[in-house]
């Protein structure tokens, strides 16, 4: 399996400019994550899909951020515009588990967005 | 407010001795510990998890400590290599319905030949 798929790698942006990040979680998941790590905050889940069904999206830290999965081996996550505060790596993470179990989550390797 | 803590940014250890991350949480609802392990570039990768129904866990050179009524836990790996120097987390989940985790800021761990 080729595992979490995210594109681009890495994104150098002005501020203002729309952002998209793209993921493709392991086939047969049916959980997706999208997460952003920085120093001062470590790893914060913005938003997780069930069933490519938004579930808790508590973490999306404003407006500006909107994460869609219209299929189960699809997710993007938008920041439209982007400010300078958004740099940091974001990861995608797939996972398959029955609703009351934890499961583990498989890490893509990230998309490193640095906003100017 | 941080529920999952790792005090020690960093831990430098020899190649061959035991390497002993820490990890503390504030919430008594948290019932599943895992810790990740994360190399430069890349994502994070499961390493092993604890139910809060056991104390102890056990996978090769890793072994994960469960203490409820301190509410900490621990991975100790013996013997330590050179491999092992990556950056480790610690994350925590309340179960049920729920799949969110709940991370700390992470150990740099160095192993030193």
């Known amino acids: 399996d080729a595992g979490v798929i995210q594109s681009p790698r890495h994104e150098v942006t002005e501020m203002g400019q729309e952002v998209t990040l793209r993921c493709k979680p392991i086939?047969?998941?049916?959980?997706l994550f999208w997460y952003r790590q920085t120093m001062m905050r470590g790893l914060e889940l913005l938003i997780y899909?069930?069933?490519?069904?938004?579930?808790?999206d508590s973490g999306m830290p404003e407006d500006r951020f909107s994460a869609k999965m219209p299929n189960a081996s699809f997710s993007t996550l938008k920041i439209q515009p982007s400010e300078p505060r958004d740099s940091a790596v974001y990861f995608c993470a797939s996972s398959f588990g029955l609703a009351v179990k934890q499961e583990t989550q498989y890490f893509g390797p990230g998309t490193r967005l640095l906003v100017l | 407010d941080q529920q999952v803590k790792q005090n020690s940014p960093s831990l430098s250890v020899q190649e061959g001795r035991i390497s002993i991350l820490n990890c503390d949480y504030t919430?008594?609802?948290?019932?599943?510990f895992l810790w990740y392990k994360k190399y430069p570039a890349e994502g994070p990768t499961f390493l092993i998890s604890?139910?809060?129904i056991k104390d102890k866990n056990e996978d090769g050179r890793f072994t994960v400590f469960l203490n409820k009524s301190a509410k900490h836990l621990s991975l100790h790996i013996v013997p330590s290599q050179p491999g092992d120097s990556a950056v480790y987390f610690c994350a925590a989940s309340a179960g049920g319905n729920n799949r969110k985790l709940i991370w700390g800021l992470g150990t740099s761990l160095a192993v030193n030949p």
């Open positions: 604890i139910s809060s």
């Open positions: 086939s047969g998941h049916n959980s």
């Open positions: 919430n008594s609802m948290f019932d599943y």
């Open positions: 899909f069930n069933n490519n069904v938004p579930i808790d």
